[in-house]
Each structure stands twice: as C-alpha cells, then as structure tokens.
C-alpha cells in the first residue's frame, strides 16, 4: 500500500501513481473515521466536496462523496469545479464537519489533490492531519452507490459559488464596483477561477476579461501558480489591450498574483501594501496585521506609521489562519499570494482579493501604477528575490546552526540588528534589508529569500545567501 503523507495544506501525489482512486477511498474513509470520532459542538454531520479541473478530478470527488455518505455524513457535492475557498466558505456557512477540495493547487498537471478542511471554515491544523493519517486503514473502506446516495439524499449535488459570490459581495462596497467602470482582466491560468468575475460582475458597468478561462487539465503547458515566468500569454494581450488591473488566479483561486493593465508583472508584496493601504486609510479599518516572515518589510513600515499591532509567522497559511480564528486581525498575508480577511474564514481566498482590489482602485480612482509609486514614496522602494536551490537534507540542519551562529555584520551596508530563527534563519538590517533562508519541508531543496531597496541589490543578496551554503 502507496505510504500517504500530508504535507503544508493536505495530501499530493502523481495521478495514476500513488494519486489513484483506491488510495483517495482510504484517505476519504480515514478521514470520515476521524470526524465520526471527534464530534464538535453545535456542528452537524454535513460536508462539502469539491474539486478542480485537473485530470478525474470530478470522479475522485464522487468516490470521496460516495464514501463520506456511506459514513452517514449528508454531502454537498459541487456540480462543476470550483474554488477552494467556495468550499471552505460553505462549510462554516451550514455548520458542517468539514470538508474535502480534490485539487493539487498549483503543482503540475500530473499531480492531485486532497486538501481536507476543517469545520471552521479553514485548512485541517496539522494534528488533525496527522490523526488521520493514523487512522488509515484502520476501517475497511465503506461506500454507497452514487445513484442510491443521490436518491436517498445523502448526496446532494448543487453549485456552491451563487452564495459564496453573494457572500463576497457583502464584505465590499460592490455599489462602488458596480457603478465604477473599471476594465478588469483575470489570468486564470486555465484554474477553476476562470468565470467567477463575470459572475460576479455582470450587470454592472465594470469590463471584464479572462484570460486563458478553457477547461484544460494540462494547463496549457504551464503550471498554475501566479508567478511571473506563467503570465506569458497574458503580458502579449495586455500590452496590446490596456485594462486597469489583471488579478491571477492559482488553480483553485486561494492564491493570487497580479499585474498593470499593461501587463507588467506586480509581485504579491505589492498587492498585498495596496490591500492595507485601502484597509486603513481608505476604509478606515484597524486591527492586527499578520504576515508570513518572509513578507516584505514594507508591511512593518506601514504598521508602524500607523500604530498597528504587527504579529509575524512561521511560513504556511496554517499559522495565519490560526491568529486569525483568535479575532481582531485586520489582514493575514503570505509571500506566495495567500491573503485572508476579516469577516470572512481563516482561509485564503484569491476572488475575494480581485474583488477588494477593484474596491481600491474605485475609491482611490487613480491609475494603479500611481498607487505603488505613492506607496514608495512613503516608504521607500521595496524589491525582492528568491532562488530556490538544490541542497542535502542531512546538511539542512547544520547550515541552520551556523547561519544562526555566524550571522553577516552587515547586509549590503546596512548593519544587522536582528536573527530570526524559528523557521529557517532570516537576517534584518537596520534600514529593513533582509536575507532569509529556509528549507523544503520534504525536498532536498534550500529556498533563499532577500528584499532590498533595488533589484541589483537583492540580486546581491541572494548570492551572499549562496554563499553561506558553501560553508558547511
């Protein structure tokens, strides 16, 4: 029997590999075994099932209901692919158990999913990941025939996005949307976002364009993260039809990145700064501000100008969402275009980004551009760089202790006033430069992060960070 791991936001594997449907039944019934064991207060025995456009993922979903209901859970099935954070919404929306997405996100077409959500409305914390794991194979897998479920209303096929969209459109000022006449385009890049704007736009004055919206399970040759080196396509089109703003989507539309409506590639860390900027001095709006330690220092900046409470995480959303759950969080944010907001679920939601973003740019009625460049003024330039590269895991820890232990005087010329430790080794300057390193969870692969007031000088970085992983 293939050995089933769950990783930062659920279980992944290579389809046809060790992502066949005889490993999905066990997780699926490990898991109703788990949610039967673990009841939760004033929450019902109903899930949610949904899934993404990659290859079967609509019959792993089916088997995973079919499953579910055979455990005596009344499932909601989605009709169509969807979004994750559609999912995660509904679950907290009719007090549910939880739920489970069949997607792999942004990996490759050959990968899947199974991202297992809690009743919470947010990512399974990992001891409930790891308790199920436990409970594989504990059971014999028990179905139900879909046909039977369907009939019998254990199953219960319906599209999920009309209240989830509704929902969305009451956290903004969609009047001000609506009345705005913005040009928006969307990157898909071939994910389960593709349409959701123009379900959420239509009859309103605002334009929108997808871009890359076809149902293709090999992505168009691309993986679907919003990366710059996957915006190709779109760049062209843009450059050749201006629009206001693009927002890309991942795969299941948790994840964003961006670009000008002239197809200029924006880094997360902008969007990001415009989406505190419109929370605090547009809306008006306070609280505490959580970001991942690999955020731009530009975040701190801002928190500090305006009095704000700035709580900094491990890196994973998981960490996020749990500062989150606690209240009072204004916004939570990750390098990798994770956003959460308040009044919403402990998740990361892209098509609620989109919609805030078109929020600002309708309150502030200036080019976007103008936006970053007011921030900068403000602030100070802000650019940033990662390389991921190949190094051991059996050295992994011994290049911690020395970076830890022997950390650089200086970045570039600024003094080094702060090591941080507690995921990877991070070093501060005193004018907000900052070098990070940190490795994969389960590959032998090193990630080296660093920010500094130019591209030249973050380059410059990044090779110091190379550097000292020659020294063990």
């Not at 490759?108 to 001891?127: C, H, T």
């Not at 070098?435 to 990044?462: C, F, H, N, V, W």
Request: net charge positive; aromatic share 8%.
């Amino acid at each position: 029997m293939a050995k089933i791991k769950f990783g930062t936001d659920g279980w992944r594997a290579v389809i046809a590999e060790d992502f066949t449907f005889e490993n999905v039944s066990r997780v699926a019934q490990a898991t109703a075994n788990y949610w039967l064991a673990n009841p939760i207060a004033g929450v019902t025995k109903k899930a949610v099932v949904g899934y993404d456009r990659r290859f079967l993922s609509d019959q792993f979903a089916r088997r995973t209901a079919e499953i579910l209901a055979a455990n005596g859970f009344t499932v909601t099935l989605t009709n169509c692919p969807t979004p994750t954070p559609a999912v995660s919404w509904t679950v907290k929306q009719q007090c549910g158990i939880g739920g489970v997405m069949l997607t792999a996100s942004h990996n490759p077409a050959v990968f899947n999913g199974f991202k297992l959500k809690a009743w919470f409305g947010g990512s399974a914390p990992p001891e409930v990941c790891s308790a199920v794991e436990t409970l594989l194979d504990a059971e014999p897998v028990k179905s139900i025939p879909f046909a039977e479920a369907l009939n019998g209303g254990q199953i219960i096929v319906r599209d999920i996005r009309a209240p989830y969209f509704a929902a969305l459109k009451k956290l903004a000022d969609f009047p001000l949307i609506a009345k705005s006449r913005l040009k928006f385009a969307h990157e898909a890049l071939f994910g389960v976002g593709a349409g959701c704007f123009e379900g959420l736009l239509g009859g309103t004055t605002c334009q929108v364009t997808t871009i890359n919206a076809v149902h293709d399970p090999f992505f168009g040759g691309i993986n679907p993260e919003p990366i710059a080196k996957n915006y190709g396509r779109s760049m062209a089109y843009l450059a050749k039809h201006p629009h206001d703003l693009c927002l890309v989507t991942d795969g299941d539309a948790d994840r964003v990145g961006g670009m000008d409506g002239r197809g200029r590639p924006l880094s997360t860390h902008q969007l990001i700064c415009l989406l505190l900027h419109h929370y605090v001095v547009n809306k008006g709006m306070k609280g505490r501000v959580v970001k991942a330690l690999t955020t731009t220092s530009m975040v701190d900046k801002f928190c500090a100008a305006h009095g704000l409470e700035l709580i900094e995480t491990g890196v994973g959303f998981k960490f996020i969402a749990s500062e989150i759950i606690k209240g009072g969080v204004l916004l939570g944010f990750e390098e990798s275009g994770g956003i959460g907001f308040p009044g919403h679920i402990p998740e990361r939601d892209g098509i609620l980004a989109g919609l805030m973003l078109l929020e600002l740019l309708a309150t502030e009625r200036k080019p976007l551009n103008n936006l970053l460049i007011q921030l900068e003024k403000q602030f100070g330039p802000h650019r940033y760089g990662r390389i991921d590269t190949h190094f051991p895991l059996e050295k992994r820890a011994a290049l911690m202790e020395f970076c830890k232990s022997n950390p650089p005087a200086k970045l570039l010329k600024s003094p080094v006033v702060d090591v941080k430790s507690y995921d990877g080794v991070k070093f501060c300057a005193e004018d907000g430069t900052w070098l990070m390193l940190r490795g994969s969870g389960t590959e032998p692969i090193l990630r080296i992060y660093a920010e500094a007031k130019s591209d030249a000088d973050a380059q410059k970085l990044l090779k110091l960070g190379v550097n000292l992983t020659r020294e063990v």
